[in-house]
Structures are given as structure tokens and as C-alpha cells.
């Protein structure tokens, strides 16, 4: 199997895990970078209050979204891209716990994806003093990025997956997973089913 995955980021407007206001997507095909994507998104109600700190944090006000994409409205377009990848982000529960909870506060029903943590499959490979992703993207060769925009983000952890792939000479994210004694994590649901056989 060949070196396939979706890279995703999301920032947020609040502490809330259901206010996505922008996210990023990066599509790998055998270890190569073959398409990109990203938009704002106008959070869901309720959970769509910017707080200053996730402002300073990535720079996008409340007038920025104003005419974007609602998430029910951008919710197709981002499982269209994504398919049925797995999804790679550096940390990756933050960002798999935002899909999930910004679709159940829609009334939607997010697919039930598998993901691999960049942070984890880092501290595995490179040896480095911080592990933050401006860092770790930077061992696999990939700096100078605009950190907390969520297109760059996305980038730089479909960098560091993609790097560590070659380093450890897995020839897709399962195995690199295995390489690294790590796993590539199941959908809540899917874990659930398991579980209850």
C-alpha cells in the first residue's frame, strides 16, 4: 500500500471544540503532496463567540467569517476531500475531537475516520528539545511556515508524516505506525463496536 492520508488542521474561535472557524487539508498520494485546501468557517451557533486569546493565537476576527461557510454548509466539501484517508494532524485528538463535536452540535454525522497524531510519530523520530509543530516540521525539513494558519499547519504535519515514512522506511501510515510502536487510531464508533463483540 502506498504512503496515502489526509493532513487536517483547524483553529478555533474559542475554547469550545465545536468553533471551528478555519481549517486546512492537505492530500498525500505515495508520499507526495498532490492537493491542498482551505477556508474559513463561520462557527456553529452558539459556539461562535471569538475570544481574544484564540484571536492573538491566530489572527481571525469575527468579521472575517461573517460571509463564510457555515459548518453544515462546508461539512461536504471537507469529507469530499478528505475520503476515506486517514486523517494525520500534530495532536491529533484536538483535531479529530473539533469534527466530531462541531457535526454532533450540527445535527450532522461525521464520518467515521481513523487518524495518526504527527506529535507522536515526532517525539518517536527526531530528537528535539520541543516538539511544537514549528519544530518538528522543521526536522523533516519543512520551516519557515505561517504557524497557526491551518493550510500551513496541515502542510507541515503531511511534511513531518512524510519524512518519517522515508526515515523509517514504512511504505504507508500503518506501517510507519507499527514502526514506531504507536497505531492508527480507530473512529469512536468503530472502537466501540470492537469493543462490544
Known amino acids: 500500500m502506498p504512503l ?6 483547524f483553529e478555533t474561535a474559542n475554547s469550545s471544540p465545536a468553533s471551528a472557524c478555519s481549517v486546512g487539508l492537505v492530500r498525500v498520494r505515495d ?7 482551505g477556508w474559513l468557517i463561520r462557527p ?18 469575527p468579521q472575517d467569517v461573517a460571509q463564510a461557510a457555515t459548518w453544515t454548509e462546508q461539512f461536504d466539501r471537507l469529507c469530499a476531500f478528505a475520503g476515506a ?17 462541531a457535526s454532533e452540535v450540527t445535527d450532522l454525522e461525521c464520518p467515521p475516520y481513523r487518524s495518526l497524531c504527527s506529535l507522536q510519530v515526532a517525539r518517536k523520530v527526531y530528537d528535539l ?36 515514512a522515508r526515515r523509517m522506511g514504512a511504505a504507508d501510515v500503518h506501517a510507519l505506525a507499527t514502526a514506531l510502536s504507536l497505531r492508527v487510531t480507530d473512529a469512536p464508533a468503530a472502537a466501540a463496536q470492537a469493543r462490544a463483540a
Request: glycine share 6%; charged share 25%.
Open 44 to 61: 456553529p451557533a452558539g459556539h461562535d463567540e471569538f475570544q481574544e486569546w484564540n484571536i492573538r493565537i491566530h489572527g481571525i476576527r
Open 31 to 37: 508520499g507526495r503532496v498532490v492537493a491542498t485546501a
Open 4 to 9: 496515502d492520508f489526509t493532513a487536517i488542521d
Open 85 to 101: 484517508d486517514v486523517l494525520v494532524a500534530h495532536n491529533a485528538g484536538f483535531d479529530l475531537k473539533v469534527l466530531r463535536t
Open 129 to 164: 528539545e520541543s516538539y511544537r509543530l514549528p519544530m518538528a516540521a522543521a526536522a523533516a525539513g519543512f520551516a519557515e511556515f505561517s504557524h497557526h494558519d491551518a493550510l500551513a499547519d496541515a502542510r507541515a504535519c503531511a511534511e513531518i508524516v512524510i519524512d518519517s
